[in-house]
T-cell receptor, first 116, second 118 residues
Framework: NAGVTQTPKFQVLKTGQSMTLQCAQD?????MYWYRQDPGMGLRLIYY???????DKGEVPNGYNVSRLNKREFSLRLESAAPSQTSVYFC???????????????FGPGTRLLVL | AQKITQTQPGMFVQEKEAVTLDCTYD???????LFWYKQPSSGEMIFLIY??????QNATEGRYSLNFQKARKSANLVISASQLGDSAMYFC???????????????FGRGTQLTVWP
């Protein structure tokens, strides 16, 4: 049982390049999330998917797109990377039960992205 | 306005002592949940403890307890008998309900870096 996995672990891009961050969970969770973590800023929500087939913007969606490929997989795409997107990216998942305040979000190990 | 405020960028505590990490929150929802996560230097996010807004008692999980003061909108994490392995970044987070349905998203504070010294 791997939980939440992310690939790649590290990536260096040049400004203007594109890439896709992959995330998969094996916990049969309905909801999945993408966060970015910057020094002194905590985690900020980029996009989330409450259930398969739906995606919604979070706090900082500009410059990103997402795809909920199926129940297990939720990818984050940078179409034209910018230095401001240098960050650590975390994918998370939760059961996604309506009305459940208590459910825990489980996080992947993160992807460190450097945009030059 | 920030939904979660952690005013202590860094805290230091001696091994075996207790330490309190502060967290205040801002919400108009009557029903919400509060979480604490630990992030060691290896980077993973580890769930520690949960407190619901209607819970009658403060949450406890082993050496972790949550000092929940609803009127003050604070949810401070107390770590008793600190260990060297407790050195990490600690994040407070909140989940709100939205018109009766939970979207599931968490709002995070900026974190407190805890250092435990021998």
């Amino acid at each position: 049982n791997a939980g939440v996995t992310q690939t790649p672990k590290f990536q260096v891009l040049k400004t203007g390049q594109s890439m896709t961050l992959q995330c998969a969970q094996d916990m049969n969770h309905n909801s999945m999330y993408w966060y970015r973590q910057d020094p002194g800023m905590g985690l900020r929500l980029i996009y989330y998917s409450a259930s398969e087939g739906t995606t919604d913007k979070g706090e900082v969606p500009n410059g990103y797109n997402v795809s909920r490929l199926n129940k297990r997989e939720f990818s984050l795409r940078l179409e034209s990377a910018a230095p401001s997107q240098t960050s650590v990216y975390f994918c998370a998942s939760s059961q996604g039960l309506a009305g459940s305040l208590k459910e825990t979000q489980y996080f992947g190990p993160g992807t460190r992205l450097l945009v030059l | 306005a920030q939904k979660i405020t952690q005013t202590q960028p860094g805290m230091f505590v001696q091994e075996k002592e207790a330490v309190t990490l502060d967290c205040t929150y801002d919400t108009s929802d009557p029903s919400y949940g509060l979480f604490w996560y630990k992030q060691p230097s290896s980077g993973e996010m580890i769930f520690l403890i949960y407190q619901g807004s209607y819970d009658q008692q403060n949450a406890t999980e082993g050496r972790y307890s949550l000092n929940f003061q609803k009127a003050r909108k604070s949810a401070n994490l107390v770590i008793s008998a600190s260990q060297l392995g407790d050195s990490a970044m600690y994040f407070c987070a909140m989940r709100e309900t939205n018109r009766g349905s939970t979207l599931g998203r968490l709002y995070f504070g900026r974190g407190t870096q805890l250092t435990v010294w021998p």
